[in-house]
DNA sequence: TTTTCCAACCAAACCGTTTTCAATTTTCTC
DNA sequence: GAGAAAATTGAAAACGGTTTGGTTGGAAAA
């Protein structure tokens, strides 16, 4: 049913019906509840292309989305759909090629010029993300999720990576810790650098020199929290705690502590950082897991929020959230034993 | 810029470009190739609301997401994206409220009716599940992922469960093991129904009555896998092998099996249904993990494949695709034990 | 040479809304 | 009760493309 069908129907104009659905003021309330009430009986509802195509908003906030299947993915975008299920915004996934860099920004651009979205959420970014560069320069709203030290004004909420690895950091060196090492993140990322930076800070504040030997870079999966863990554990002087990036590092960290006969928050302590999956929690494990908490569920609502308000107006230079990190502390770590000779 | 004024940059009118960058026969491939240029010089790309609106296409399949925030998502979706990056078509993720049936009906309706998808794709049918019936009756072109046993016409891909866990199940039984329990997935979805038929049929075939003492059913997560094991495991009678739905399930089923100071592989056998998953593999698991495996990502990846099929005029009657699933042996199955008086 | 056909191009209608501007009715004010 | 102001409603012009149904000029056929 299209509109001039539909307000015929009603004995209106297309316009009075346009104006009573889209709630202006001009309209009585009579006639607007009659419409309305017309409307939801005979399944009358706007096509979307064509207002969109009328009033130059697109409806949708766009995701670009990796290769690499990242599980926190889900959780964000969950939250995401938690925040806009009552608004009239939907979630585009733009899938990416390859991460080439060429390609990417390609991609950024013909999204824009496209305006199939009114909004952009940037993930990962690098201190100098050069999407968020173009992304100004075209004048497509965005918001970042993490932070960047480009200087272009821009909307952000991160999570405070640099103070959580800190104090996680610095409590392991409270419980007698001394050789601590580090399986961080994809290296470039903001995220974790700060996360590397918070790790040195406390090591350093407590007169420790970072060994090389002990940090290691790469994806989330428990494959590699195993064998960085593993490696780790086999040099000539070992670890004796962990902090690591992810729930699944943490699931290989374990494994590897556990197959060399060592006992995790005994003679290994273990802290990671914890996004908070309802498929895998760090209290459940055994031992339970210590850890850096933050809900990337809640981040991915308060971002939706966030864009919303920017596409309302507000100015990307007042949106600025940094959100604390919880340390949640379990029998994962406990203090260092005298480290046998 | 706009159709209009490039057209007049290049010297042609609106409908001579916007044939030749559609593709038009009738446009000499002179004027093509010096139109693709000026459009690429001059950044001009076609406003795709007005296209959409004008063509009726809206370029984007649909995916509806719950509330659950289900670990699959992701890798159905990187999947999706792979198979549709090189086409102009995006992905739609519609965010429902409650899996409130009236409202998730009212939102399908919503959905077909505001035209921001050309097909979409429905997730964990139930056997009579009424989305079907009902996008079938509105004419959206649809693609199930799973299957329904529902009388109406429509396109799907599953992965043949019966047959995964029958045969996993069989292998247990060959293995000498007679008390299996099976943790298995949310009650009600055909895909539940087949993997329980699966469980059944091959103890039946080998003499052995189901006990509904040793099945449960719940959300893939880590904690109802370890509720579930241990408390079958406490039972007066327990289980020597576990039937598991899910990597989650499989992690707290191992954790459960520790906790009592059992070895997994000798003193209780665990399969599990591995999606394959980037961040935790069931080779690495310790003992490595038996499985019934079968690609999400792939699945995601033929699914966006199939729509695109079933948009380009295929018929939904021809779309039925019936997965195999492996079944890899590791060493967290072995050979029964001789209970325990 | 005339006619026919075809390749290449164009003008204008249309997709289904929103919104400007104007018209009409109703309500106030004095 | 007249005139002004306010409240409602409508006609028509966008929005930016695609597509129908021509028109044109030159090559091929007669």
Redesign the pocket.
């Known amino acids: 049913?299209?509109?001039?069908?539909?307000?015929k129907q009603v004995?209106?104009?297309?316009?009075?019906?346009?104006?009573?659905?889209?709630g202006?003021?001009?309209?009585?309330?009579?006639?607007?509840a009659r419409v309305a009430e017309a409307a939801v009986r005979l399944g009358?509802?706007?096509?979307?292309?064509?207002?969109r195509?009328?009033?130059?908003r697109a409806g949708a906030i766009g995701v670009v989305m990796g290769r690499a299947g990242e599980f926190h993915f889900a959780e964000f975008m969950a939250g995401m759909a938690e925040r806009l299920v009552a608004e009239e915004t939907d979630i585009l996934v733009i899938p990416m090629a390859d991460p080439n860099h060429e390609d990417e920004m390609q991609l950024y651009r013909r999204l824009v010029e496209s305006?199939r979205v009114d909004a952009i959420i940037v993930h990962s970014p690098k201190p100098d993300d050069e999407r968020i560069a173009l992304l100004h320069e075209l004048g497509m709203p965005f918001l970042v999720h993490g932070r960047s030290a480009i200087d272009v004004p821009h909307a952000w909420l991160d999570i405070d990576n640099e103070a959580a690895i800190k104090r996680a950091t610095s409590h392991l060196i409270d419980l007698g810790h001394r050789r601590i090492a580090m399986i961080n993140g994809r290296p470039g990322a903001t995220y974790a650098l700060h996360r590397d930076s918070g790790f040195r800070k406390a090591l350093q504040s407590h007169g420790i020199e970072p060994d090389a030997q002990l940090i290691a870079n790469g994806n989330f999966t428990d494959e590699l929290g195993f064998r960085f863990a593993r490696s780790f554990l086999e040099q000539p002087n070992p670890p004796t705690a962990f902090v690591a990036g992810s729930m699944m590092t943490a699931l290989g960290v374990y494994r590897a502590v556990r197959s060399l006969g060592l006992q995790i928050g005994r003679d290994v302590s273990v802290i990671a950082h914890d996004d908070v999956f309802p498929y895998l929690t760090a209290d459940n494990m055994v031992p339970s897991l210590s850890a850096t908490r933050s809900s990337m569920r809640a981040a991915g609502s308060r971002c939706a929020d966030l864009v919303l308000q920017l596409l309302s107006g507000r100015s990307a230079l007042e949106i600025h959230e940094l959100w604390p990190v919880e340390l949640i502390l379990r029998e994962s770590t406990g203090p260092a034993r005298p480290s046998k000779p």
Not at 11 to 22: N, Y
């Open positions: 049913m299209r509109l001039k069908e539909f307000a004995g209106l104009s297309p316009t009075t019906v346009s104006r009573a659905l889209s202006y003021p001009e309209v009585s309330e009579t006639t607007r009358y509802s706007p096509n979307v292309n064509a207002v195509l009328k009033t130059g305006r």
